[in-house]
């Protein structure tokens, strides 16, 4: 009888660092977009060494709102020990802003395993395309997935104009994961594919990576 061969997972995987700074008059992390292990095998241990007692408060999940990837992290104390966060899914992506006061910066990107981050596409009720977010940001080599509901019956075309090389072809919204093939900011459209139809335009930004 033959025996299954089990592939451990790896040990004492160190946390990904991610440093709070203060740069060029802009609250930025070290990392600003990064992959970690999967299945429980790596955490994130947040610093700051700003001054300043920053929050960090990640973005919802627009799809589904009970798939929470991080907890936020509501005071991080300059100088104290790092916060250390361990992930609540085995994999899949969000994003995060720094907060100080009333100001805000990012977005910055944590993925666990292979993700994806989710970004919404709808029809709203005047007859326009949402997207949600609008600008999001994975890290390089990082998945997206644009989903809609499943009772949408609407096609939408995503488009990169005037972008020679952009990070994932031309498609049509089809609740698949893909991953990026360029690092960069770039501007993408959300149409249907004939002009007859009763819906209107959208679009949105992705940055992939840390740039």
Request: glycine share 12%; aromatic share 10%.
């Amino acid at each position: 009888m033959a025996t299954q061969r089990v592939t451990p997972f790896p040990e004492n995987v160190a946390d990904q660092s991610i440093s709070i700074g203060y740069v060029g008059g802009n609250f930025v992390p070290s990392v600003a977009a990064c992959t970690i292990l999967g299945n429980g095998q790596q955490n994130v241990a947040f610093s700051n060494t700003t001054g300043t007692t920053v929050s960090i408060n990640f973005v919802p999940d627009p799809v589904n709102s009970s798939r929470v990837v991080f907890n936020d992290i509501p005071n991080l104390v300059s100088g104290a020990p790092a916060t250390i966060l361990t992930p609540l899914v085995s994999n899949g992506s969000a994003n995060y802003y720094i907060n100080v006061g009333s100001d805000t910066y990012g977005p910055f990107a944590i993925q666990v395993g292979i993700g994806p981050l989710y970004v919404a596409v709808s029809t709203n009720a005047t007859g326009g395309i949402d997207v949600n977010p609008g600008t999001v940001r994975i890290p390089s080599g990082g998945a997206w997935e644009l989903y809609k509901n499943p009772s949408d019956t609407h096609t939408y075309n995503v488009s990169w104009p005037n972008i020679t090389a952009p990070p994932f072809p031309n498609f049509t919204v089809d609740n698949t994961p893909r991953n990026a093939a360029q690092n960069g900011s770039f501007d993408y459209k959300v149409k249907p594919p004939v002009f007859n139809e009763t819906i209107g335009h959208g679009g949105g930004t992705v940055r992939v990576g840390g740039g």
